[in-house]
């Protein structure tokens, strides 16, 4: 609890700070002016879009992860091709690494994107690892024999359906999840309204992630707000048939022109041991107009990671 008092003060404090140095412009906005390339990068090319958000993630510290919280964060405007990639090692060391790929590409009026991140991240509801009483990861290994033989997949898409004058605007995403566990295929759809400062979503998909459980419903929702240099976003993660309660997750990025941190906080229950609070902390920072890097603690519960996003 002094964690999270001690984030929302200091993200707090520093928003009154600068939110009147900064005329409470949105950060593309001050890139606009000031860093035309950085602008184009990463402000869905230059096109802004209304949201003020500067990358796919909004909150988040990587967009695999808003990808697979919602297909219906996938940008809807001409952007570059964005490719991510995360290397996690574990704590214990035991020397054990794991990497992860993600690609994005905004279109006019729809967006796509693939990810082979599982559901084990910080910002992923990882069923089999809270029912196995496990509360950080201990091994990169499947928990059960995998029964497929390609990797873990993400596939979606996005489409900007409704772009009225006034009013919110409406995204609608779809997204096909490949378990190699179950050697099964699942998924299913999300909606975004966003305004220019606010967004809400809620997804659903319907997957099979372990060969002792039946198939499951996923249910994420989450709330985003957005000024300044800073964005706050509030998200749920819930599930049906099994006797977890939901994850309650709040996030808080703050960019500073070409460095951005990320501060988040997430409550849990595992089987064995009750509820748990864990944090997660990213530092990034944006080299070119093409290429960013940094560090992140606890991307996956129990491990460190680098990634690194090419703008192609």
Same mark, same amino acid.
């Given at each position: 609890? +002094?964690?999270? +008092?001690? %984030?929302?003060?200091?993200? &707090?404090?520093? &928003? @009154?700070?600068?939110?009147?140095?900064?005329? @409470?412009?949105?950060?593309?906005? =001050?890139?606009?002016?000031?860093?035309?390339?950085?602008?184009?990068?990463?402000?869905?090319?230059?096109?802004?879009?209304?949201?003020? !958000?500067?990358?796919?993630?909004?909150?988040?510290?990587?967009?695999?992860?808003?990808?697979?919280? !919602?297909?219906?964060?996938?940008?809807?405007?001409?952007?570059? =091709?964005?490719?991510?990639?995360?290397?996690? =090692?574990?704590?214990?060391?035991?020397?054990?690494?794991?990497?992860?790929? !993600?690609?994005?590409?905004?279109?006019?009026?729809?967006?796509?994107? %693939? !990810?082979?991140?599982?559901?084990?991240?910080?910002?992923?509801?990882?069923?089999?690892?809270r029912l196995s009483g496990n509360t950080v990861t201990r091994s990169f290994e499947p928990a059960e024999v995998s029964r497929g033989r390609l990797i873990n997949l993400n596939l979606g898409t996005s489409v900007l359906l409704i772009d009225a004058k006034s009013g919110p605007k409406v995204h609608l995403g779809v997204t096909a999840r490949y378990n190699k566990i179950t050697n099964t295929w699942g998924g299913g759809p999300a909606v975004l309204l966003s305004w220019s400062r606010i967004t809400v979503?809620?997804?659903?998909? +319907?997957?099979?992630?372990?060969?002792?459980?039946?198939?499951?419903?996923?249910?994420?929702?989450?709330?985003?707000?957005?000024?300044?240099? @800073?964005?706050?976003?509030y998200t749920v993660l819930d599930n049906d048939d099994t006797i977890?309660?939901? %994850?309650? %997750?709040?996030?808080?990025?703050?960019?500073?022109?070409?460095?951005?941190?990320t501060a988040a906080t997430r409550k849990l229950d595992y089987v064995g041991v009750g509820y748990v609070h864990q944090q997660h902390y990213a530092v990034q920072y944006m080299f070119s107009k093409h290429f960013s890097a940094g560090f992140l603690f606890n991307y996956i519960p129990g491990a460190n990671s680098v990634g690194a996003q090419f703008y192609l």
């Open positions: 609890m +002094r964690v999270q +008092r001690f %984030i929302c003060l200091t993200m &707090l404090t520093l &928003l @009154f700070q600068s939110a009147d140095a900064l005329a @409470f412009e949105s950060l593309c906005e =001050y890139y606009k002016s000031n860093e035309p390339e950085l602008y184009k990068a990463v402000c869905n090319g230059g096109s802004g879009g209304g949201s003020g !958000s500067t990358k796919p993630a909004g909150a988040n510290s990587t967009f695999s992860d808003a990808f697979n919280i !919602s297909a219906a964060s996938l940008p809807t405007e001409p952007s570059s =091709y964005g490719l991510e990639t995360i290397g996690s =090692y574990l704590r214990d060391d035991s020397g054990k690494r794991t990497p992860t790929f !993600s690609l994005i590409k905004g279109f006019h009026k729809f967006g796509t994107g %693939i !990810s082979t991140s599982s559901n084990n991240t910080f910002n992923g509801n990882d069923v089999v690892q979503g809620a997804g659903f998909t +319907r997957e099979r992630v372990s060969n002792f459980l039946p198939r499951l419903l996923f249910k994420s929702f989450l709330i985003s707000a957005r000024l300044s240099i @800073f964005e706050f976003e977890l309660q939901p %994850i309650q %997750i709040l996030s808080a990025t703050m960019a500073i022109r070409k460095l951005s941190f």
